[in-house]
């Protein structure tokens, strides 16, 4: 979201913060019914009390339902046009002449760096092939009689 504009990320964040509450709101009709539920247990008729349990716990938990989904359908279009936007602006940014440049340049130096590797690896290669032959003349030229 780094090319969204400062309107959008307001309204994202102020989307999240809702979000946030509405999880709170959730997460409380969660925990007031897992204690009704508890409650239940004590009493003789407990089906009935458990079902009397969850039918309120629906009432609490459908209107916060039908909320988050109405904000996370406007959270995914909002977030959809920053995601098509910053589309928009990289495919410009490719398209530039500049940037063909410099993609240019890289690649160029991208493979003398390759070539530069490879002349590096044979040269050790030959120079461990001559190892053996170096030792000799070493040994060779350093012996005193």
Not at 25 to 44: P, V
């Amino acid at each position: 979201m780094a090319f969204a504009t400062p309107e959008e990320d307001a309204e994202l964040v102020r989307l999240d913060k809702i979000d946030q509450e509405l999880e709170l709101q959730r997460d409380w009709a969660k925990y007031r019914w897992g204690a009704a539920q508890h409650d239940c247990y004590s009493l003789y008729l407990v089906n009935r009390c458990l079902r009397n349990a969850r039918a309120q716990y629906r009432k609490e938990i459908d209107p916060i339902q039908e909320q988050q989904v109405a904000l996370h359908a406007v959270q995914r279009k909002l977030k959809a046009s920053v995601k098509d936007q910053n589309d928009a602006k990289r495919a410009a940014d490719l398209a530039s002449p500049e940037k063909a440049a410099e993609r240019a340049d890289n690649q160029r130096e991208f493979e003398q760096k390759q070539k530069d590797a490879a002349a590096r690896a044979a040269d050790l290669e030959q120079r461990r092939k001559d190892a053996p032959k170096r030792s000799q003349e070493n040994k060779a030229g350093t012996q005193l009689d």
